[in-house]
């Protein structure tokens, strides 16, 4: 199985502030890759697709990049609603797998 | 809209079997793949299988052989089954879909918190 390592594992941020967190993939995963966010006591909800494709009704603010094994979620001038947990999925080769998440707070 | 809605009991034994429903509406289960991942209390996620809109089904390896997953298309309902639970399968169940083509999980149920005591 492919093993994602995502980076950090928490984050303390300030409001307004831009936030870079992280995955590698164990191999090549060519863009096969999804970011989800997941608040407290809710389900994950997508946010990127193939790397850096933004779901519908997702803000801008919200960018994803990367290739080969290294893939980054930016989240650009942190707003109050963007606390939450941040997970990375890989989906080029079965089984997927996800990344451990990223808790981000606010400062 | 699309909606995936889980059920299932809150509390199993240890050695016990869990039966889990998800009803899904707004999409056909014929033409959308839905799977079961969980996620134990304050940790990460975990896929554990599919069923994919032509019935066939696929498992995540380390568990196979306690799971099985099927379905209704009538009632647009997807069942999980999964025997000899222990305490380290308590956690938070979801199912999700993957619309036909893509591979990604869009749309995902509210989730059941499932918790294995005595």
């Known amino acids: 199985d492919i093993q994602m390592t995502q980076s950090p594992a928490s984050l303390s941020a300030s409001l307004g502030e831009t936030v870079t967190i992280e995955c590698r993939a164990s191999?090549?995963?060519?863009?096969?890759l999804a970011w989800y966010q997941q608040k407290p006591g809710k389900s994950p909800q997508l946010l990127i697709y193939n790397a850096n494709s933004l779901h519908t009704g997702v803000p801008s603010r919200f960018s994803g990049s990367g290739s080969g094994t290294q893939y980054s979620l930016k989240i650009n001038s942190l707003q109050s609603e963007d606390v939450a947990s941040y997970f990375c999925?890989?989906?080029?080769?079965?089984?997927?797998?996800f990344g451990a998440g990223t808790k981000l707070e606010l400062k | 809209q699309v909606q995936l809605k889980e059920s299932g009991p809150g509390l199993v034994q240890p050695s016990q079997t869990l039966s889990l429903t998800c009803t899904v509406s707004g999409l056909s289960l014929t033409s959308n793949s839905v799977s079961w991942i969980r996620q134990p209390p304050g940790k990460g996620l975990e896929w554990m299988g599919v069923?994919?809109?032509?019935?066939?089904?696929d498992y995540n390896s380390a568990i196979k052989s306690r799971l099985s997953i099927s379905r209704d298309t009538s009632k647009s309902q997807v069942f999980l089954k999964m025997n000899s639970l222990q305490t380290e399968d308590t956690a938070m169940y979801f199912c999700?879909?993957?619309?036909?083509?893509?591979?990604?999980?869009?749309?995902w149920g509210q989730g059941v918190m499932v918790t294995v005591s005595s």
């Open positions: 191999e090549d995963i060519y863009n096969g």
């Open positions: 999700a879909r993957k619309s036909y083509g893509t591979y990604y999980f869009d749309y």
């Open positions: 999925q890989q989906y080029y080769d079965y089984p997927d797998t």
């Open positions: 069923i994919w809109s032509n019935g066939g089904t």
